[in-house]
């Protein structure tokens, strides 16, 4: 069992039965009445954001979920991937990872977080690797307004790039924010 104050940002906790994630945490020093820790937390099913209050008496239940490596293989009607180990393969709906199909290519190894033997989310890594398949163009000397453009990657993924990108450069995306971080190093 967890008290308020061990919880930090990243915890997965249940709440009824539900596994929750913590996403902002903040501690407040009530004098001789304790502390109150307010976390807003993210529903790791259905993806419900929820502001709760903890005393520093209360206990939490830590949620119970197990993390597998997989390796993407494609999507249709639902993402399906494969545990590369056991070669046993895990289809999970659409709606569940459609945030992932932007940054996932095929091969591409994330983990499936699993709670009560069901797949709840699909992991990425902070940044994914992705080529340029399309590139605005760029008027010479126009560098009094901005100097991002708009570009496509593989994954058919619109990303805010810096005027040197072109097509057939490969660059790195943040996966939280969708945004450009770096092209790579050749």
Known sequence: MYGPTDLKKG???????????????????????????????????????????FKGADKIEPAQVESHAVQYLYVDTEMHFMDPTSFEQF?????????????????????????????????????????????????????????????TTETELEVKVPAFIKVGDVISVD?????YRERKKA
Do not use: C
């Open 91 to 151: 289809d999970i709906a659409l709606e569940l990872g459609e945030d992932a199909t932007s940054y996932l290519k095929e091969g591409d190894m994330v983990g499936l977080q699993f709670f009560d033997g069901q797949v709840i989310n699909v992991e990425l890594p902070k940044n994914v690797y992705l080529t340029v398949t399309y590139a605005e163009d760029v008027v010479k000397g126009d560098t009094a307004n901005s100097i991002t453009k708009s570009a």
């Open 11 to 53: 915890t997965v906790i249940q709440l009824d039965g539900k596994p929750y994630r913590v996403i902002e945490y903040s501690q407040k020093v009530m004098g001789r009445g304790g502390s109150i820790v307010n976390v807003r937390l993210k529903n790791l099913i259905d993806g419900a954001v929820l502001s709760k209050t």
């Open 175 to 179: 996966t939280e924010t969708g945004a």
